[in-house]
């Protein structure tokens, strides 16, 4: 095929690149402009002019701020860790995930990504930076107001971590859950095409469209009494569900399923049924088909499926702000918190920089495993 | 595939659905018909409670409920048969309102006032989602190859924030003086208060559903755009079709299922528009259906729930739902009956 | 795992703690306490100095009242203790779901004044621990630079607003609490109460469809003129970052907030700020506020034995020791609590005569029906009237589902 069938007029491609170039402003600005700030003082954050949001006059002149050098050195590493992330990870994690167990990889290789960012951005960057500002003399001085103060008391004086480890553990627990069970089940569908399989698939797609304010409303009583209502049941063990993270990780995994059954169903349906006949020929069960033969080659779809799994279970609020108490609170009704306090300004830079902090583990995700969605997607999963 | 093994496989995923989504359902489906009210009577008692000074005490006329012998307050529960639906729906006063025609006395009704701004929402802001998103996707894939990487990145964050956060971040850009309220105050050099009415409160959710949005559309059209044939795209560019004829004939028809499942999925999230009514607190304004049922459950200050109405305004939005899906479930049954699914 | 990791970062802190501060608890408690009240200043300083006696759990949420019913309903109870206002403990005394403290405090409340003690039908039900009440604030700089006194009455408000819109010194001469719904309605039982308004009839039946009630939403509406076209999303929060900010010049806010106006870290506008008392409307006597107690609540699904603990916790919580420390965050009825300036329009108001609250179970349900039904007749969808009936209706609805018609 030759190049020069595909070239275009130069007005169009100035007309795209202008038109994406608007876009990216439209996408990024609201969330940077967050982020900005949240490294500012209260008077400076809330400042009537948008330049002295940016440079901080009053935060600089408390003698916090970044010169230079530390803009310089930050955005580099930014750029350094995104090429990381998108360039080298991936063919690493493959060379060296042991065969069949490449999710494992991805998690190992994701969580290392993550903690060597954080230490690197936290620990040695300040040092070097530090270093070069005291022996450059103009370019070390602080030019912009910067401050950590509203995320040190974020994560040290409001123990923000305990929440985030409450996400952790709830978003564990759905992603993997709400995978097994849906992987099983988009098989069986896929490859069953009986009339019961297509109500069950129709049955669940209405499942998906229903206001969730209705079921957890069905929920709540019954979690806050389950105790007394169990104890036929279960003697004296039973447990009183409401505040339970894995009560709530079943609730999330259902209200899932729907969206993964599906997304899986369609995304085996492209993997050739000849494939795991062949195996049945040669006498296997179901179970051994779909152990050695479709488990390898699914991957790229469990992932794509996995990663919405996570969003959902990552950045629910309704369920996890009405069924939590507050010992066990995931990050995002934990921030709603600051804004339903009596607050006071410096509150509100808190929870914009609680808010910051929610976005910034998406946006490692995001650097990960932005190939992934892509192909994964290009693989099949949305093939209708 | 025999029974026992499906069964076996799909088990599972179908037990978790019927225990979390439809038992609660069922329940709310039986709640709507009957309401549930405490046995009370009226005594007369004297509070006394702390001022500044000294104590206020008032004697006044109350109701108290009648406790049980276990100390619990006594309830009882009628079947109002559809009672609760003609509270919700007011059928009286909007069909007194349709007599006059007088749109803005419906208006002053929440169910048909929720109603009308569920589905302006979800109409308006499909074909602007699926424009957008098209659009993007379409600029991406005639991108440089070394620009495509950071502007996918770029592109994927507003739908994958959390959105509560996002539109938080959005209010925050607009509310009082901020800082893009201002910028465009300087710009149309007038004063402006995005949040004291409700059409420009509407623009802003739907603002802020096309932004989040638009991405999730993006990205599956884009992955849909790596798998056109080339082969056939460059037969159209000798057989002389124009730029405009290959998308329309070539390109559109080949992603057709994704535009078609990006809808489905669009139409069901933006129904229950609910996000956006807290969010931008537009509940003076504007209301959506899912926050009227959020609303009458919410306990009131007395700490009663309206749950009989909110069952009834529940299973009405569910009415809906289903009848916006009917013409695309009928599509996947024709296409299971010819057996293409 | 979670438990051994806050387990040693808790002893961590005891070892810190245990040098100075020793006799900041005066027993240590080995059975769980658990709380849930509001998150604003005055309840995170009660918490934390409960907190100093080890083993409680402390739940701030401002959006407790939508929890607390339910929480205290279950069976044992979730939370031991409860922090809540006037009108919050109503749902939980008519579901018995907390007990009379008459017992507890003959044994471990000596040091309570008689001020503090919250009597229903003669029961101690309560434990107040501080008073709250909106009143006026203004920025005496503008005031005395356009020669205005001090306004008494709603009319001088209006009247100061017009001067000081004339003059052009801010951006909005008043702020307002008129957020729709508990905000807003809020407001309204303020206004009214101005006005002499009664709530009900005789038999409960609603009774704000009157000449009162048009009133007091006139009056509503003429103040709306002089804020931000925003007023129906401002709440307290929000008021007080347009005074910090010097957007505004006079606003009717919470003595709660008073302190914030003075905190040199956010405000632009330090010492600018006078207390004073709620004005009077229409020539009326009695300021147009309500009086506020905020207190704590005992669950009564517990054992006697983990009622008489978490009392004692609770005490620990609203002693003399943690009002010094935290003076100006409330209006405290605690001993050793010295009134400063910013509580001086709080102690006006209620010299003034302004009320309590009228907290019952028929005025929460009135309450919530007028948070959602003023909002319409200030954007101008319906007529006062026709305003003041659809709230009556809905009130109508909700009391009948309620038990209370």
């Known amino acids: 095929m030759s190049d020069a069938l595909f070239k275009q007029p130069l007005r169009l ?24 700030l949240s490294f500012k003082e209260p008077i400076d954050s809330f400042a009537q002019n948008p330049l002295n949001v940016i440079m901080g006059p009053t935060t600089l002149s408390n003698g916090k701020g970044l010169s230079l050098i530390d803009v310089v050195f930050g955005i580099a590493t930014l750029f350094g860790a995104y090429r990381f992330a998108t360039n080298i990870l991936s063919p690493r994690v493959k060379a060296y995930s042991p065969q069949g167990y490449l999710a494992f990889g991805w998690i190992v290789g994701a969580a290392t990504f993550a903690l060597g960012f954080v230490f690197i951005f936290t620990i040695i960057l300040p040092a070097i930076t530090g270093f070069l500002n005291n022996i450059l003399g103009p370019l070390g001085t602080p030019i912009i107001g910067h401050t950590l103060q509203h995320y040190y008391a974020v994560w040290v004086d409001n123990a923000f971590y305990e929440n985030f480890i409450n996400s952790l553990i709830v978003t564990a627990g759905v992603t993997t859950i709400s995978l097994t069970v849906g992987t099983l089940a988009g098989y069986g569908l896929a490859r069953a095409g009986t009339m019961l399989a297509f109500w069950i698939l129709i049955i669940a797609l209405v499942f998906r469209a229903l206001p969730h304010s209705v079921l957890v409303a069905g929920y709540l009583p019954f979690f806050i009494n389950s105790r007394e209502i169990l104890e036929p049941l279960f003697g004296t063990s039973a447990p009183t569900l409401y505040g339970q993270p894995w009560a709530v990780i079943a609730v999330l995994v259902a209200i899932n399923q729907p969206f993964t059954i599906w997304m899986l169903r369609s995304f085996f349906q492209n993997i050739p049924a000849e494939l795991d006949e062949a195996a049945r020929v040669d006498g296997c069960t179901h179970f051994q088909a779909f152990r050695w033969v479709i488990m390898p080659v699914m991957w790229p779809g469990v992932i794509t499926t996995g990663l919405f799994s996570f969003l959902l279970a990552y950045n629910d609020f309704l369920v996890t702000s009405l069924l939590l108490d507050a010992q066990n609170q995931t990050m995002v009704p934990a921030i709603t918190g600051y804004f339903n306090r009596e607050t006071t300004t410096t509150d509100q830079v808190e929870a914009v920089a609680a808010a910051v902090s929610i976005t910034a583990p998406l946006f490692l995700l995001v650097m990960i495993f932005q190939r992934q969605i892509v192909s994964g997607l290009t693989a099949g999963a949305v093939k209708g | 595939m025999n029974k026992k093994t499906f069964a076996a496989f799909v088990g599972p995923s179908v037990a978790m659905m019927l ?61 109002v048969g559809f009672g609760s639906y003609q509270k919700v729906l007011r059928l009286g006063d909007a069909a007194a309102a349709l007599a006059k025609s007088s749109w803005h006395d419906l208006m002053l009704i929440d169910f048909w006032k929720a109603l009308r701004f569920t589905v302006t929402f979800t109409l308006i802001t499909l074909p602007l989602v699926l424009g957008v998103g098209l659009a993007i996707a379409l600029a991406v894939n005639n991108a440089t190859k070394a620009m495509k990487g950071p502007i996918i990145f770029v592109s994927l964050l507003p739908f994958i924030i959390t959105p509560v956060i996002g539109a938080l971040s959005i209010r925050w850009l607009f509310i009082g003086d901020g800082i893009l309220t201002a910028g465009l105050e300087w710009y149309l050099e007038r004063d402006l208060s995005l949040f004291a009415q409700a059409w420009t409160l509407e623009i802003l959710m739907l603002f802020y559903r096309v932004w989040h949005v638009a991405p999730f559309a993006f990205v599956v059209f884009y992955a849909g755009l790596q798998t056109v044939n080339q082969d056939t795209i460059e037969s159209a560019i000798i057989d002389g079709a124009s730029r405009f004829e290959r998308l329309r004939f070539v390109i559109i028809p080949h992603i057709m299922p994704l535009v078609v499942f990006v809808s489905l999925i669009h139409l069901m999230d933006s129904y229950r528009v609910f996000e956006e009514i807290v969010g931008f ?36 939005t569910m009415l809906g739902i289903v009848l916006i899906l009917a013409p695309l479930l009928r599509r996947t049954w024709q296409d299971f009956t010819k057996g293409r699914i | 795992m979670r438990t051994i990791l806050k387990t040693a970062l808790f002893a961590g802190a005891m070892s810190l703690l245990s040098g100075g501060a020793s006799a900041a608890c005066d027993f240590n408690n080995t059975s769980t306490v658990k709380s849930l009240s509001a998150g604003f200043e005055a309840w995170k300083a009660v918490t934390s100095a409960m907190a100093e006696c080890g083993n409680v759990e402390a739940e701030l949420d401002q959006e407790f009242r939508k929890k607390q019913p339910d929480a205290f309903a279950a069976s044992p109870s979730l939370y031991h203790v409860g922090g809540v206002a006037n009108s919050t403990a109503v749902p939980l005394i008519d579901a018995g779901t907390i007990r009379p403290l008459d017992d507890l405090v003959a044994k471990h409340g000596g040091q309570l004044k008689p001020n503090q003690l919250v009597r229903i039908d003669g029961k101690i039900m309560a434990i107040a621990m501080m008073v709250n009440a909106q009143h006026l604030m203004y920025r005496n700089d503008i ?45 309204f039982v303020n206004m009214y109460m101005g006005y002499d308004g009664e709530f009900f009839n005789s038999d409960l039946s609603p009774s704000i469809n009157n000449a009162n009630g048009v009133a007091a939403l006139e009056m509503m509406k003429a103040l709306s003129a002089y804020m931000d076209p925003e007023y129906l999303v401002s709440d307290s929060t929000y008021v007080q970052q347009q005074f910090q900010q010097g957007k505004i010049a006079m606003a009717n806010l919470w003595a709660s907030r008073a302190a914030a106006m003075d905190n040199a870290d956010e405000s632009q506008v330090v010492g600018k700020v006078t207390m004073s008392a709620a004005p009077t409307v229409a020539g009326g006597s009695t300021p147009a506020s309500t009086l506020w107690w905020d207190g704590i609540v005992i669950a009564s699904n517990i054992s006697d034995a983990d009622a008489e603990n978490a009392f004692k916790v609770a005490m620990e919580g609203i002693d003399t020791e943690m009002v010094k420390a935290n003076n100006d965050a409330a209006v405290w009825l605690v001993d050793g609590y010295e009134p400063t300036a910013t509580a001086a329009g709080a102690f006006a108001t209620a010299s003034n005569g302004a009320k309590p609250y009228p907290a019952s179970k028929q005025m929460s349900l009135m309450h919530t029906a007028l948070g959602n039904g003023i909002a319409a007749f200030l954007t101008g969808e319906k007529g006062a009237a026709q305003a003041l009936a659809d709230i009556e209706a809905d009130y109508t609805t909700a009391a009948k589902e309620a038990g209370v018609l």
């Open chain 2, 281 to 316: 607190s537009s509940q003076a304004h504007v209301i959506s259906l899912q926050w009227l049922t959020y609303d009458l459950l919410s306990p009131d200050d007395s700490g009663n729930r309206s749950i009989s109405r909110a069952s009834a305004s529940a299973m009405l």
């Open chain 2, 19 to 79: 225990l979390f989504i439809a038992l609660p359902l069922a329940t709310v489906f039986m709640q709507s018909f009957h309401v549930t009210i405490p046995v009370t009577d009226t005594v007369e008692i004297e509070t006394c409670t702390p001022g500044f000074a000294g104590q206020t005490c008032v004697t006044k006329i109350e109701t108290r409920p009648v406790f049980d012998a276990a100390g619990n307050p006594t309830t009882t529960t009628k079947f």
């Open chain 3, 143 to 187: 005031l005395s630079d356009l020669g205005i006194a001090e306004p008494q009455t709603y009319e001088q408000v209006l009247a100061a607003a017009e001067k000081i819109k004339a003059a052009g010194v801010v951006d909005y001469p008043l702020g307002g609490t008129f957020k729709s719904g508990w905000n807003l309605a809020e407001e």
């Open chain 1, 13 to 36: 491609r100035l007309a795209s690149a202008g038109f994406l170039s608007l876009w990216c402003l439209i996408a990024a600005f609201p969330i940077v402009w967050i982020a900005v």
